[in-house]
């Protein structure tokens, strides 16, 4: 499995981006994360690509950015909407071969498979 992250970018406070995930369709659960300068990896957003279920939030994105999936183009998004500076980060998917249970979905350990990473720069 290979995934591909694109759509980062240069963007002003309030505004808006769509970062996409290709590659993402042979994984059960797909997410993204983000590093910001000098911090830890943090968990943004995950969904489970099969077996339904809903898509789970960090809660500093919970109403601003929306994670989905289309299944004929193996391709996930991540659509983020009302950009604060603090959303700046380089922001990365990541699929797990498996159905992740919300107890561990936002454990980075848990995904073995991790696109190269997309620069997201919230100016303010």
């Known amino acids: 499995v290979q995934l591909q992250a694109s759509g980062g970018g240069l963007v002003q406070a309030g505004g808006s981006l769509r970062l996409s995930c290709a590659g993402s369709?042979?994984?059960?659960?797909i997410g993204w994360f983000r590093r910001a300068p000098g911090k830890e990896r943090q968990f943004v957003a995950a969904i489970n690509w099969r077996g339904g279920g809903s898509p789970y939030y960090t809660d500093a994105v919970k109403g601003r950015f929306t994670i989905s999936r289309d299944n004929a183009k193996n391709t996930m998004y991540l659509q983020m909407m009302s950009l604060k500076p603090e959303d700046t980060a380089v922001y990365y998917c990541?699929?797990?071969?498996?159905?992740?249970?919300?107890?561990?979905?936002?454990?980075?350990?848990?995904?073995?498979?991790w696109g190269q990473g997309t620069q997201v720069t919230v100016s303010s």
């Open positions: 990541a699929g797990a071969d498996r159905l992740l249970w919300y107890t561990v979905i936002t454990d980075p350990l848990r995904y073995g498979y």
């Open positions: 369709g042979r994984t059960f659960t």
